[in-house]
C-alpha cells in the first residue's frame, strides 16, 4: 500500500563502512529528473500561454491533492471530508478579498491561516478512533460546513454563490507587480508558484527527522512511541499543516477565478482529490502532481465522450483500479501474476 | 409533538433496517462498503418498476425487492466483493465508491433523474388520531406499517442470532474468523448469506421507505451518512447498538428539522460528532474493536 | 507528582498491587515487585503466565485495573508510554517492532534524535547532525549492524533485525532497561551477540529481562521472581530459585539441576 520514499536503501548488497551522515542525508539531495521535471513543469505557463487556465487548474488541484497526501500517505488516515478545509479557505479568502482587501498574498494567507486551525480545532477527533469513525467525523465537519454556508446565504451567497471577487494586483518584492488578466497568464504562474514553494517546504520536511518521524509514525505506531516519541503531537502537527495546505489551495481557486460556490465543500471535491492522489500514487511527494495531472486528463478524455454520465467510467476505473491493485497499476506485466504485492 | 415523535421512530425504524446490512458486513468482514445505499435504492426502483410497469400490487413488492437485491448481493459478493476483503480500508472505500458512482449513473441513464412517486395502496393512507391540541398523536397507517415491519424484521433477527445455528456460527466468525474457520464453519459460506441478506434488508428498506425518503439517483450518496452514521454511533457488533443509534438519529433528525428549520441536517451531524468525540468507538462497541 | 510512598533510594522501578482484568480474566493478580539500582533481574514463568502483560503495564502501553507504577519514587501509573521513555524507562518488544520501511540506520537516527530532543526539527535534513551520526555510527558497530546499515529493515534477517530492537532501546540510554524475551528464535551467530551486549551493559543501568532460556538467565540473573497465572510465586536468587520444588514442579522440571553451573549445555 505505501511506496517508499526514494532512498538508496534496498539496494542488495552493503554500503559497507559509508559514512552514516552521508547515508542519511543521501535522500535529500535534488535527484537530475526532479530538477527536469520541475524544469518541464515551468516550461508549460512559459511557452504555451494558451494552456494557462489548464495549468491553473491542475496547480489548484496538485496543491490540494499534496495537502492530502500529508494525512493519507504519512498518517494514514482515509478522509472523505478533506474538501472542508478546501472550502474554508475559498470562503475565507473570498470574503477577505470582498469585504477587508483584495490583496492576493493576504488573502491567502489568511484562507490558509483559517483553514490550518479549522485542521487544528478539529484533529483531536482523528487522533483517536477507528477507520470508520474516523470517516465519519471527516465527512461530518464538511457536511456542517456545507450546511453553514448555505444556510448563511447572506454572507456566502448561498446557493448562488460568491460573485464578483476581484483581487488586487499581485505585488512580489523586487519582481513587480502583476495584474490579474483576463486570460489567466498572471493566475497560471502564481498557482504554479504557490505549489512549487509548498512542495520545496514538504520536501525539506520530509526529509527532516519530523518528516522521518512521520514514515515511521506510519510504520509502527507503537514502536514510535516506545521510542519516545509523541504520536498525537505528529499527528495534530500534520492534519494541521494538511488543513492549511488544502485551504491555500481553495484560496486560490477563489482569487484566480473571481467567485466561490458551495460545491468547494462537497462530497464529490473530496472524492475527486481522493481518486487523484490515489491514481498519482499517496507515500510520495510527486503523488499529487503527477495525480493531479492524471485526473484532470481522464475527466477530460472521458467528459468528451459522454459529459453527463462521466461518474460511471469514472466508477468503472475506481473499481478496476482497486481490484486490480493501487500499486499495479504502473506496472502491467503484475497484473496477470497472482497473489502478493 | 408526540406525533412528531411517532414519525421519528417510524424514519427510525426504518434507517435500522437500512443499516443493519451495512454494520453486519463492517462487523464481520471489516469491511467498509459505502455501496449499500445502492442497494437500497436498487430495492426502491424495483418497486417502483414493479408497481408502474407490472402492475404489481404494494404489498407484493416488498419482498420481491427484498430477493431481487439480496440476489444482487450474493451474485456481487461472490465475484467482485470477497477479492477486496482482505485490502486496506482505503482501498474498499474507493472501490465501494466507485460502484456507487457506477449505480447512480446507471439509474440515471436507464430512468432518469427526476424523483418517483410511489402510490401507496389505500389501505396504507389511512391515519389514526388520538387525543387533541398539541398531545395530539397522529399515526398515518404507512408509518405504523413501517414500524410493525420493521419492529418484527429486528425481533426475527435477533433470534435467528441467538436461537438458531447459523446465528451462533455468525457470531463465531465476527468474533474471529480464522479460529471459526479452525473449528469447521464455513467462513466463505456465512459471509456470502449475510451479505446477500443485509443487501437484500437494505432493498426491503429502500422499497418499503420509497416514499418517505423521497427515490432519484441521488438516494445512496445522500443516505449514506446516515447508513455510516447509524454503523458509527451504533457500533457493528450487536443489534440493538445500531437500532438504538437509528432511533435516535431519526427521532433527531425529524424533530431536528420541525423545530429549527434553520440548522436542518446540521443537528444531525454535529450530534454525531460529538458522540464520536466522547466516544471514538461509538455508542455501543465492545472495547477495542477495530 | 510523586508517589505517598516512602522509597528507598536504591528502589528505580516498583509496582505496588498491580491487578489487571481483561474481563473475567485476571492476567495480573496484585503484583508487587521491586527492581534495585544496577539489578540484573529476569521474570520467568509458564507461558501465559502474564509476564508481557506486565510489561505492557510498567511502560504504558495497557494501564491496570488497580494498583501502581512507580519510577524512581514518582507515580507513573497514567503516565504516557513516550514520557516514561523520557524517564529513561525503556523496553524491547517480544515480537520485532520495527519501522519496516526505514534502513536500521534511520531508525536509530531517529531513536538518538528523540533522546536529544531534535525529533522536532522539520528544516534540517536527517544526517546534518554530527552527533547524532557519530553515536549512530558507534551504535552500529556494537551491534554489528554496519554492513546492514542502508538496507531496507523489511530486508533484514531474522537475527539482525532482533539486534536492532534492542540496539533502539540501548540508543536511548536507559536507566531502567525491560528486555522480552531478547533472545527468542535467534540463531547462533547472532545469539551470541545478544548475550554478550546483555551481559555488556552498564552496572548503572538496572534491567529486567523476561526469558526462558534457563542459560541465559541463570547466567545473567542476580534476583529472579517467578510469575505463575499472573501471580508472584516467589522470590529470590538463582539457587534458591533452582532448588525451590514450587518452582520446580510448575516450571523448571528436571532439566535445571538443582546447583545451577552443573549443567553444561
Given at each position: 500500500?505505501?511506496?517508499?520514499?526514494k532512498?538508496?536503501?534496498?539496494?542488495?548488497?552493503?554500503?559497507?563502512?559509508?559514512?552514516?551522515?552521508?547515508?542519511?542525508?543521501?535522500?535529500?539531495r535534488w535527484r537530475l529528473w526532479e530538477l527536469a521535471l520541475w524544469a518541464a513543469i515551468?516550461?508549460?505557463?512559459?511557452?504555451?500561454?494558451?494552456?494557462?487556465?489548464?495549468?491553473?487548474?491542475?496547480?489548484?488541484?496538485?496543491?490540494?491533492?499534496?495537502?492530502?497526501?500529508?494525512?493519507?500517505?504519512?498518517?494514514?488516515?482515509?478522509?472523505?471530508?478533506?474538501?472542508?478545509?478546501?472550502?474554508?479557505?475559498?470562503?475565507?479568502?473570498?470574503?477577505?478579498?470582498?469585504?477587508?482587501?483584495?490583496?492576493?498574498?493576504?488573502?491567502?494567507?489568511?484562507?490558509?491561516?483559517?483553514?490550518?486551525?479549522?485542521?487544528?480545532?478539529?484533529?483531536?477527533?482523528?487522533?483517536?478512533?477507528?477507520?470508520?469513525?474516523?470517516?465519519?467525523?471527516?465527512?461530518?465537519?464538511?457536511?456542517?460546513?456545507?450546511?453553514?454556508?448555505?444556510?448563511?446565504?447572506?454572507?456566502?451567497?448561498?446557493?448562488?454563490?460568491?460573485?464578483?471577487?476581484?483581487?488586487?494586483?499581485?505585488?512580489?518584492?523586487?519582481?513587480?507587480?502583476?495584474?490579474?488578466?483576463?486570460?489567466?497568464?498572471?493566475?497560471?504562474?502564481?498557482?504554479?508558484?504557490?505549489?512549487?514553494?509548498?512542495f520545496l517546504?514538504?520536501r525539506?520536511?520530509?526529509?527532516?527527522?519530523?518528516?522521518?518521524?512521520?514514515?515511521?509514525?506510519?510504520?509502527?505506531?507503537?514502536?514510535?512511541?516506545?521510542?519516545?516519541?509523541?504520536?498525537?503531537?505528529?499527528?495534530?502537527?500534520?492534519?494541521?499543516?494538511?488543513?492549511?495546505?488544502?485551504?491555500?489551495?481553495?484560496?486560490?481557486?477563489?482569487?484566480?477565478?473571481?467567485?466561490?460556490?458551495?460545491?468547494?465543500?462537497?462530497?464529490?471535491?473530496?472524492?475527486?482529490?481522493?481518486?487523484?492522489?490515489?491514481?498519482?500514487?499517496?507515500?510520495w511527494l510527486w503523488?499529487?502532481l503527477?495525480?493531479?495531472?492524471?485526473?484532470?486528463?481522464?475527466?477530460?478524455?472521458?467528459?468528451?465522450?459522454?459529459?453527463?454520465?462521466?461518474?460511471?467510467?469514472?466508477?468503472?476505473?475506481?473499481?478496476?483500479?482497486?481490484?486490480?491493485?493501487?500499486?499495479?497499476?504502473?506496472?502491467?506485466?503484475?497484473?496477470?501474476?497472482?497473489?502478493?504485492? | 409533538?408526540?406525533?412528531?415523535?411517532?414519525?421519528?421512530?417510524?424514519?427510525?425504524?426504518?434507517?435500522?433496517?437500512?443499516?443493519?446490512?451495512?454494520?453486519?458486513?463492517?462487523?464481520?468482514?471489516?469491511?467498509?462498503?459505502?455501496?449499500?445505499?445502492?442497494?437500497?435504492?436498487?430495492?426502491?426502483?424495483?418497486?417502483?418498476?414493479?408497481?408502474?410497469?407490472?402492475?404489481?400490487?404494494?404489498?407484493?413488492?416488498?419482498?420481491?425487492?427484498?430477493?431481487?437485491?439480496?440476489?444482487?448481493?450474493?451474485?456481487?459478493?461472490?465475484?467482485?466483493?470477497?477479492?477486496?476483503?482482505?485490502?486496506?480500508?482505503?482501498?474498499?472505500?474507493?472501490?465501494?465508491?466507485?460502484?456507487?458512482?457506477?449505480?447512480?449513473?446507471?439509474?440515471?441513464?436507464?430512468?432518469?433523474?427526476?424523483?418517483?412517486?410511489?402510490?401507496?395502496?389505500?389501505?396504507?393512507?389511512?391515519?389514526?388520531?388520538?387525543?387533541?391540541?398539541?398531545?395530539?398523536?397522529?399515526?398515518?397507517?404507512?408509518?405504523?406499517?413501517?414500524?410493525?415491519?420493521?419492529?418484527?424484521?429486528?425481533?426475527?433477527?435477533?433470534?435467528?442470532?441467538?436461537?438458531?445455528?447459523?446465528?451462533?456460527?455468525?457470531?463465531?466468525?465476527?468474533?474471529?474468523?480464522?479460529?471459526?474457520?479452525?473449528?469447521?464453519?464455513?467462513?466463505?459460506?456465512?459471509?456470502?448469506?449475510?451479505?446477500?441478506?443485509?443487501?437484500?434488508?437494505?432493498?426491503?428498506?429502500?422499497?418499503?421507505?420509497?416514499?418517505?425518503?423521497?427515490?432519484?439517483?441521488?438516494?445512496?450518496?445522500?443516505?449514506?451518512?446516515?447508513?455510516?452514521?447509524?454503523?458509527?454511533?451504533?457500533?457493528?457488533?450487536?443489534?440493538?447498538?445500531?437500532?438504538?443509534?437509528?432511533?435516535?438519529?431519526?427521532?433527531?433528525?425529524?424533530?431536528?428539522?420541525?423545530?429549527?428549520?434553520?440548522?436542518?441536517?446540521?443537528?444531525?451531524?454535529?450530534?454525531?460528532?460529538?458522540?464520536?468525540?466522547?466516544?471514538?468507538?461509538?455508542?455501543?462497541?465492545?472495547?477495542?474493536?477495530? | 507528582?510523586?508517589?505517598?510512598?516512602?522509597?528507598?533510594?536504591?528502589?528505580?522501578?516498583?509496582?505496588?498491587?498491580?491487578?489487571?482484568?481483561?474481563?473475567?480474566?485476571?492476567?495480573?493478580?496484585?503484583?508487587?515487585?521491586?527492581?534495585?539500582?544496577?539489578?540484573?533481574?529476569?521474570?520467568?514463568?509458564?507461558?501465559?503466565?502474564?509476564?508481557?502483560?506486565?510489561?505492557?503495564?510498567?511502560?504504558?502501553?495497557?494501564?491496570?485495573?488497580?494498583?501502581?507504577?512507580?519510577?524512581?519514587?514518582?507515580?507513573?501509573?497514567?503516565?504516557?508510554?513516550?514520557?516514561?521513555?523520557?524517564?529513561?524507562?525503556?523496553?524491547?518488544?517480544?515480537?520485532?517492532?520495527?519501522?519496516?520501511?526505514?534502513?536500521?540506520?534511520?531508525?536509530?537516527?531517529?531513536?538518538?534524535?528523540?533522546?536529544?530532543?531534535?525529533?522536532?526539527?522539520?528544516?534540517?535534513?536527517?544526517?546534518?547532525?554530527?552527533?547524532?551520526?557519530?553515536?549512530?555510527?558507534?551504535?552500529?558497530?556494537?551491534?554489528?549492524?554496519?554492513?546492514?546499515?542502508?538496507?531496507?529493515?523489511?530486508?533484514?534477517?531474522?537475527?539482525?533485525?532482533?539486534?536492532?530492537?534492542?540496539?533502539?532501546?540501548?540508543?536511548?540510554?536507559?536507566?531502567?532497561?525491560?528486555?522480552?524475551?531478547?533472545?527468542?528464535?535467534?540463531?547462533?551467530?547472532?545469539?551470541?551477540?545478544?548475550?554478550?551486549?546483555?551481559?555488556?551493559?552498564?552496572?548503572?543501568?538496572?534491567?529486567?529481562?523476561?526469558?526462558?532460556?534457563?542459560?541465559?538467565?541463570?547466567?545473567?540473573?542476580?534476583?529472579?521472581?517467578?510469575?505463575?497465572?499472573?501471580?508472584?510465586?516467589?522470590?529470590?536468587?538463582?539457587?534458591?530459585?533452582?532448588?525451590?520444588?514450587?518452582?520446580?514442579?510448575?516450571?523448571?522440571?528436571?532439566?535445571?539441576?538443582?546447583?545451577?553451573?552443573?549443567?553444561?549445555?
Open positions: 500500500m505505501r511506496r517508499q520514499l532512498s538508496p536503501a534496498g539496494a542488495a548488497g552493503s554500503a559497507g563502512a559509508a559514512d552514516p551522515g552521508a547515508l542519511l542525508l543521501a535522500p535529500s515551468w516550461a508549460v505557463p512559459v511557452f504555451f500561454g494558451q494552456h494557462a487556465a489548464l495549468v491553473n487548474e491542475i496547480a489548484i488541484l496538485a496543491l490540494f491533492a499534496l495537502s492530502l497526501d500529508l494525512i493519507l500517505g504519512y498518517a494514514g488516515i482515509v478522509s472523505l471530508g478533506h474538501a472542508a478545509f478546501f472550502g474554508v479557505g475559498a470562503y475565507g479568502a473570498a470574503l477577505f478579498a470582498k469585504h477587508v482587501m483584495p490583496d492576493p498574498l493576504v488573502g491567502l494567507a489568511v484562507g490558509t491561516s483559517l483553514s490550518a486551525l479549522l485542521g487544528l480545532i478539529t484533529s483531536p477527533m482523528i487522533v483517536r478512533g477507528t477507520d470508520l469513525t474516523r470517516l465519519m467525523v471527516t465527512m461530518g465537519v464538511a457536511l456542517v460546513l456545507l450546511e453553514l454556508a448555505n444556510k448563511f446565504d447572506g454572507l456566502t451567497g448561498g446557493a448562488d454563490g460568491l460573485q464578483g471577487v476581484v483581487m488586487s494586483p499581485l505585488v512580489i518584492p523586487f519582481i513587480g507587480r502583476f495584474e490579474f488578466d483576463l486570460g489567466a497568464r498572471v493566475a497560471s504562474f502564481y498557482s504554479l508558484a504557490v505549489l512549487f514553494i509548498a517546504l514538504l525539506r520536511v520530509v526529509h527532516s527527522p519530523l518528516g522521518i518521524s512521520m514514515q515511521a509514525l506510519r510504520d509502527n505506531r507503537l514502536r514510535l512511541m516506545a521510542i519516545g516519541l509523541s504520536v498525537q503531537g505528529r499527528l495534530v502537527a500534520v492534519y494541521t499543516l494538511a488543513a492549511g495546505l488544502a485551504g491555500a489551495a481553495g484560496a486560490l481557486l477563489v482569487q484566480t477565478t473571481g467567485f466561490a460556490s458551495l460545491d468547494v465543500f462537497e462530497f464529490h471535491r473530496s472524492a475527486d482529490v481522493l481518486l487523484a492522489l490515489v491514481i498519482g500514487g499517496a507515500g503523488g499529487g503527477v495525480g493531479a495531472i492524471a485526473f484532470k486528463v481522464l475527466h477530460d478524455v472521458i467528459s468528451s465522450f459522454t459529459a453527463q454520465y462521466w461518474t460511471f467510467w469514472i466508477g468503472l476505473f475506481l473499481v478496476l483500479l482497486m481490484l486490480v491493485g493501487r500499486e499495479r497499476l504502473f506496472r502491467p506485466w503484475s497484473w496477470f501474476k497472482r497473489g502478493q504485492r | 409533538m408526540l406525533t412528531l415523535l411517532f414519525d421519528g421512530i417510524a424514519y427510525g425504524m426504518l434507517l435500522f433496517v437500512l443499516a443493519l446490512g451495512l454494520a453486519v458486513t463492517m462487523g464481520l468482514m471489516n469491511f467498509i462498503n459505502l455501496a449499500h445505499g445502492a442497494f437500497a435504492m436498487a430495492g426502491g426502483y424495483i418497486l417502483i418498476l414493479l408497481m408502474q410497469r407490472a402492475g404489481w400490487p404494494f404489498l407484493a413488492c416488498l419482498p420481491a425487492a427484498f430477493v431481487i437485491t439480496a440476489a444482487a448481493g450474493a451474485l456481487l459478493e461472490r465475484t467482485i466483493y470477497r477479492p477486496m476483503y482482505g485490502k486496506p480500508h482505503l482501498d474498499q472505500v474507493l472501490f465501494s465508491i466507485g460502484l456507487t458512482f457506477m449505480a447512480v449513473a446507471s439509474v440515471d441513464f436507464f430512468i432518469g433523474s427526476s424523483p418517483q412517486n410511489v402510490q401507496l395502496p389505500d389501505w396504507l393512507r389511512q391515519r389514526f388520531e388520538f387525543g387533541s391540541g398539541p398531545w395530539m398523536l397522529g399515526m398515518g397507517a404507512y408509518r405504523l406499517f413501517i414500524i410493525a415491519t420493521c419492529l418484527a424484521l429486528a425481533l426475527g433477527l435477533q433470534a435467528v442470532l441467538s436461537r438458531t445455528r447459523f446465528g451462533s456460527r455468525l457470531r463465531a466468525a465476527v468474533d474471529d474468523p480464522r479460529v471459526a474457520a479452525g473449528l469447521g464453519i464455513p467462513v466463505n459460506r456465512i459471509f456470502l448469506l449475510t451479505f446477500a441478506v443485509g443487501s437484500g434488508l437494505a432493498g426491503l428498506g429502500g422499497a418499503l421507505g420509497a416514499d418517505i425518503l423521497g427515490l432519484d439517483p441521488t438516494f445512496p450518496l445522500k443516505f449514506m451518512v446516515y447508513f455510516l452514521i447509524v454503523c458509527a454511533v451504533g457500533g457493528t457488533s450487536s443489534i440493538t447498538g445500531p437500532l438504538t443509534a437509528a432511533l435516535l438519529l431519526g427521532i433527531a433528525d425529524v424533530m431536528g428539522k420541525y423545530y429549527l428549520p434553520k440548522l436542518g441536517a446540521f443537528i444531525v451531524y454535529v450530534l454525531m460528532i460529538a458522540i464520536l468525540l466522547w466516544r471514538p468507538q461509538g455508542l455501543f462497541s465492545r472495547e477495542g474493536k477495530r | 507528582m510523586s508517589g505517598a510512598v516512602d522509597t528507598p533510594d536504591d528502589v528505580v522501578l516498583q509496582t505496588l498491587g498491580l491487578v489487571k482484568r481483561f474481563g473475567g480474566i485476571t492476567a495480573t493478580n496484585n503484583v508487587s515487585m521491586i527492581i534495585r539500582r544496577g539489578a540484573r533481574h529476569a521474570l520467568i514463568g509458564p507461558n501465559g503466565a502474564g509476564k508481557t502483560t506486565l510489561i505492557n503495564q510498567l511502560t504504558g502501553v495497557l494501564a491496570p485495573s488497580e494498583g501502581r507504577v512507580l519510577l524512581g519514587g514518582r507515580d507513573i501509573t497514567t503516565l504516557a508510554p513516550h514520557k516514561r521513555v523520557a524517564l529513561g524507562l525503556v523496553r524491547t518488544f517480544q515480537i520485532n517492532q520495527l519501522f519496516a520501511t526505514l534502513t536500521p540506520l534511520q531508525s536509530l537516527a531517529l531513536a538518538v534524535a528523540g533522546r536529544r530532543g531534535r525529533a522536532r526539527r522539520w528544516w534540517a535534513p536527517m544526517g546534518s547532525d554530527a552527533q547524532i551520526n557519530a553515536e549512530c555510527e558507534q551504535l552500529l558497530a556494537q551491534f554489528r549492524l554496519t554492513d546492514f546499515a542502508n538496507r531496507t529493515t523489511s530486508e533484514l534477517p531474522y537475527g539482525k533485525r532482533r539486534l536492532l530492537e534492542i540496539a533502539l532501546a540501548v540508543a536511548q540510554k536507559p536507566s531502567v532497561l525491560l528486555l522480552d524475551e531478547p533472545a527468542a528464535g535467534v540463531p547462533g551467530p547472532e545469539r551470541a551477540d545478544i548475550l554478550a551486549t546483555v551481559a555488556a551493559l552498564p552496572d548503572d543501568v538496572s534491567v529486567l529481562l523476561i526469558e526462558h532460556d534457563m542459560d541465559l538467565v541463570f547466567s545473567f540473573a542476580k534476583t529472579l521472581t517467578v510469575l505463575v497465572n499472573g501471580t508472584v510465586l516467589t522470590e529470590g536468587t538463582p539457587e534458591q530459585i533452582a532448588a525451590d520444588p514450587q518452582v520446580r514442579a510448575v516450571y523448571l522440571g528436571d532439566s535445571v539441576p538443582a546447583r545451577p553451573g552443573a549443567h553444561h549445555g
